[in-house]
């Protein structure tokens, strides 16, 4: 008899497969220097870096959504959601804003 994935399985198997996309497909992943940018007990940034791109991961382990600024130093042009793949906006101010759901995270690529 075949076991079936519940929808909840199912959507975890999508997801993770998404990740396996997103790691083969970006090399900041695998050679990228390493910088951590914020780590708290709830929330923990790094990003992995090339010469002119980047990775930012952000992972927010609390149960309330948070939102955190990119730093400065980064020089981002460009900022895209590698989950969804959409571009994200600066703020009104010129900074990069992100806003994390609870128990979530996200993964952006910077040029």
Do not use: W
């Not at 940034?45 to 730093?71: G, W, Y």
Request: charged share 25%; glycine share 2%.
């Amino acid at each position: 008899m075949a076991e079936t994935l519940s929808t909840k399985q199912n959507d975890l198997s999508v997801y993770i497969e998404k990740l396996c996309k997103i790691h083969k497909k970006y090399q900041e992943l695998r050679q990228g220097k390493y910088q951590e940018l914020q780590l708290t007990n709830r929330q923990y940034v790094f990003c992995r870096k090339l010469e002119n791109t980047a990775i930012v991961v952000m992972v927010n382990n609390d149960e309330q959504s948070i939102t955190l600024r990119l730093p400065e130093f980064m020089q981002i042009n460009k900022l895209m959601d590698c989950i969804d793949e959409t571009l994200l906006d600066k703020s009104q101010n010129g900074d990069y804003m992100i806003s994390i759901p609870a128990n979530s995270g996200r993964i952006l690529y910077c040029l």
